[in-house]
Structures are given as structure tokens and as C-alpha cells.
């Protein structure tokens, strides 16, 4: 089953780079997941396809109001601001996440 994972960082460009290096990663170890990089005000458009939200460090101190308005797609934030880094760190929590039936909310 492909789930479809929407990274966050801000104005864009972060998160354009961030999802291109995720999807190689995801590519690279045959993982079934759908990467894609949005705005922060297109989520909630977007909640009912989603099955999980990484933000980045830029839009980290949100997280409670993203959380709060994607009611149950779990959100997850990743540390670490280095692209390659945080690719690897999401490419953490989408394993996570098919191995579960999802990222804890807390």
C-alpha cells in the first residue's frame, strides 16, 4: 500500500529540497511511500490523503497547530537541519510508520 508523506519547512524551497532527497532515499530502499512538498496552508486541504506530516526545524514551533488542525494524521518534526540529515531522519520515521500504524501523536 503506497502512503503519501508531506514534508513542511516554510516558505518552500526548503521542503522542495528535503522531499527530492527523501523520494531518493525511499526510491533507493524500495520503500512504497509518496513524498511530496507542501505549504503549511495546503495541508489541511490535502489531510484527507495524507498519512503523515514531517515538519521542518523552520516550522517546528507550529507543530502543536498543525497537529490540531490534521486531526488524526500524525505529525512528526525532524531535528536536524542539514538536508541530508533530515532526509535520512524521515526516511527514519516512514519506516517507523509501516512497520505501526503510525507515528505517535505526542
Known amino acids: 500500500m503506497t502512503r503519501t508523506v508531506a514534508i513542511v519547512c516554510g516558505a518552500g524551497v526548503s521542503s522542495t529540497f528535503l522531499a527530492r532527497a527523501v523520494r531518493d532515499i525511499v526510491r533507493e530502499r524500495g520503500l512504497d511511500w509518496t513524498v511530496e512538498a507542501l505549504a503549511e496552508d495546503q495541508l489541511v486541504d490535502?489531510?484527507?490523503?495524507?498519512?503523515?506530516?514531517?515538519?521542518?526545524?523552520?516550522?517546528?514551533?507550529?507543530?502543536?497547530?498543525?497537529?490540531?488542525?490534521?486531526?488524526?494524521?500524525?505529525?512528526?518534526?525532524?531535528?536536524?537541519?542539514?538536508?541530508?540529515?533530515?532526509?535520512?531522519?524521515?526516511?527514519?520515521?516512514?519506516?517507523?510508520?509501516?512497520?505501526r500504524e503510525g507515528l505517535s501523536h505526542g
Open 46 to 99: 490535502r489531510a484527507s490523503s495524507l498519512d503523515l506530516v514531517l515538519l521542518g526545524q523552520h516550522v517546528a514551533s507550529r507543530r502543536d497547530l498543525v497537529r490540531s488542525a490534521m486531526g488524526e494524521v500524525p505529525v512528526g518534526v525532524l531535528a536536524h537541519a542539514d538536508h541530508l540529515t533530515a532526509a535520512r531522519d524521515a526516511v527514519a520515521l516512514l519506516s517507523s510508520t509501516t512497520e
